[in-house]
């Protein structure tokens, strides 16, 4: 993945350069690569942007950086000049609707991925950009990637719209999609175009979606595609929907993944398998690149999504744990790619020079912090099991807890470094099927007062849909967490991520959890309502209201049922009482109210009780 020609390569500069006069002093008059980002531009290995342009400019190629344009005014999109080979487009690191929406559909007032915290993108950034820049350079190509184009790549339920859209390629007038994390994918797109070769022929690439016509479609051989429903069928059949979501959801490994096509109404969308994963080396490689964890300095106010992450190390990517409501599987996958020990703590090691280190490691983590360095025989070569998930229950799944520990150990006792945390969320059920003392450890060194871990629900045919692991495993961990605070001054306390209205949830479900709440007074700051976001198993079951897997019915929550349910969740708050009261009425569980002391709500309005910070009353 290194550069391709060294020799002919500038040093990487301070900042990727954001005007002509920033390209001026480095030299070039005509840039490669062009990216156009929803974001602001934050040089840090979390921001897509920084990451893919310094991997391309360390192989070789200029790139320069159009963040967040003002999307009515050609100006913006044309200040760089016209790309020698391709304008890059993302709406950020989020999804532009799920930037901008709650889960009640109420516009959000401000994005933490602006400075200032300031609205500067448009709904569905992707499209917008890529139509601007379309008009104004017609015969450029533009490649789209970033999490909206990647998680939108065909047919899909959108929330915002209530309806099925197209695949974004099909209404984007961009030339290629990638999806998923981009390295591979651009690097190629850049080296085949600079040697020459027409961008007609770049329908080869793993990890992209490109488009052919319809009649040239119908009249070749594709036998060794899988083709799912297309979209006149998708948007008009709710079974077809699922059989087309399961279907795609086979092919998402890089080993044993087809090619996947679907027909649109203009167009035919073709997937082609995913990249294959990144190795060791290469993930030490890309995440060592010279950045400088900063805004960009043209910018007056701080960008926020920044500050929690600023000195946070990226130790592996991918999740085998599979949550219903999370599309991860089908943009990082299920294979966890870690980087090595040493790599780590050389980051670290660099973080003790650079402006505003305090000597605290944020996080050390991915999507689940504890599967850095998880491994199985079959994830090189041939890939996850088609049939069934990986899960601690499965004898060739190698955890790795001892390597984190011993690599916690060595980041800790790094001259300047005082506290290394665990941000990410961890998987207490894989703790069970390691004896390592990896509880005990994060516990005296990692966490500050609370500790992070997200149940979503504890009524077991919900964390069934959920595909969490269920009640029994967290009740399980509670109590090794306990015996760890037994005897101690300064006890820390579990902050469980609960969920309201998934999918299979209903209120006596709710009311259940209620009371879980209560029963073991936990703090109920980390909750939060279902949103059906593009790609998620959960969203493919709010909109068919089935499973996609048996196409057996869903119980699916909505309207006021949904209110009941994220009231229940936050029972002890004096403005929900009436909607916990219906839902308790619902439930048949009028006996939770008043004032016994398993009681949710009190008998009467004019009675409120105090629950202290602990949940307590
Ligand atoms: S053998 Fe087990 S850990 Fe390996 S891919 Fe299959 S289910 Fe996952």
Redesign the pocket.
């Known amino acids: 993945m290194c550069s391709s020609d060294p020799g002919s390569r500038l040093p990487q500069p301070r900042f990727l350069p954001v005007s002509r006069d920033e390209a001026d002093k480095l030299g070039i008059s005509i840039f490669d690569i062009i990216f156009v980002t929803g974001d602001a531009y934050v040089d840090h290995p979390s921001f897509a942007t920084a990451l893919l342009g310094r991997i391309l400019w360390d192989a070789g190629f200029t790139v320069g950086v159009i963040a967040q344009p003002e999307w009515r005014s050609d100006r913006s999109f044309s200040r760089l000049g016209t790309p020698r080979l391709f304008f890059a487009v993302s709406s950020g690191n989020v999804d532009s609707m799920v930037n901008h929406y709650t889960a009640g559909l109420k516009r959000r007032s401000g994005d933490v991925y602006s400075p200032g915290g300031s609205l500067k993108r448009p709904d569905r950034a992707t499209i917008v950009y890529t139509d601007r820049i379309h008009a104004l350079f017609p015969h450029i190509p533009v490649v789209i990637g970033g999490v909206e184009a990647s998680l939108r790549r065909f047919a899909h339920y959108d929330y915002w719209s209530d309806r099925v859209r197209h695949g974004i390629l099909a209404d984007a007038p961009a030339d290629l999609l990638v999806f998923g994390m981009g390295e591979r994918q651009l690097l190629e797109a850049a080296r085949r175009l600079s040697a020459g070769e027409p961008l007609e022929r770049l329908i080869d690439i793993r990890g992209t979606v490109f488009r052919r016509g319809i009649h040239d479609w119908r009249g070749s051989e594709h036998s060794g595609h899988m083709v799912i429903p297309s979209f006149n069928d998708v948007s008009t059949s709710k079974e077809a929907y699922a059989r087309a979501f399961a279907l795609h959801y086979q092919e998402q490994d890089p080993f044993r993944g087809r090619p996947v096509a679907q027909e649109h109404p203009k167009t035919v969308l073709i997937q082609n398998p995913p990249a294959l994963p990144l190795s060791s080396g290469e993930l030490d490689y890309l995440y060592e690149l010279p950045y400088t964890r900063l805004a960009h300095p043209g910018y007056r106010e701080p960008v926020p999504a920044l500050e929690p992450v600023a000195f946070s190390i990226t130790s592996h990517r991918g999740c ?1 744990g599979g949550c219903a409501f999370c599309a991860l599987a089908h943009h990082q996958g299920r294979i966890i790619q870690s980087r090595s020990e040493d790599s780590i703590v050389r980051e670290a090691e660099r973080f003790i020079n650079m402006p505003g280190f305090r000597g605290v490691i944020q996080d050390v983590g991915g999507p689940t912090a504890n599967m850095f360095g998880a491994s ?1 025989d ?2 090189t070569g041939c890939g ?2 088609p049939d ?3 899960s601690p229950g ?1 004898p ?2 190698m955890l790795s807890h001892t390597r984190q520990i011993n690599l916690l150990r060595r980041l800790r006792n790094i001259p300047g470094v005082k506290r290394v945390f665990i941000g990410s969320g961890i998987r207490y059920d894989l703790l069970e099927a390691d004896p390592a003392p990896y509880l005990e450890e994060i516990c005296a060194h990692h966490v500050s007062g609370h500790l992070k871990v997200a149940p979503e629900h504890i009524v077991p045919h919900v964390t069934a849909t959920m595909r969490k692991p269920g009640p029994g495993a967290f009740d399980r961990f509670i109590s090794s967490f306990e015996e760890i605070q037994a005897g101690k001054k300064k006890r820390q306390y579990l902050v469980p991520y609960f969920m309201s209205g998934h999918p299979g949830c209903t209120i006596p479900d709710m009311v259940a959890m209620a009371l879980y709440i209560h029963d073991h007074r936990l703090y109920t700051e980390q909750v939060q309502d279902f949103t059906p976001t593009p790609m998620s198993l959960a969203t493919c079951m709010y909109y068919t209201g089935l499973d996609p897997f048996t196409l057996q019915p869903v119980h699916i929550p909505k309207g006021r049922e949904k209110q009941i349910q994220r009231a229940l969740l936050h029972f002890r708050e004096h403005e929900n009482r009436s909607l916990v009261q219906e839902g308790l009425a619902v439930a048949s569980r009028q006996d939770l109210i008043g004032s016994a002391p398993g009681c949710l709500i009190p008998a009467s309005p004019a009675i409120t009780r105090k629950w202290g910070k602990k949940g307590k009353e």
Do not use: G, Y
């Open positions: 085998f199985c079959q994830w996850t099991c069934r998930a990986c499965c060739n799944l």
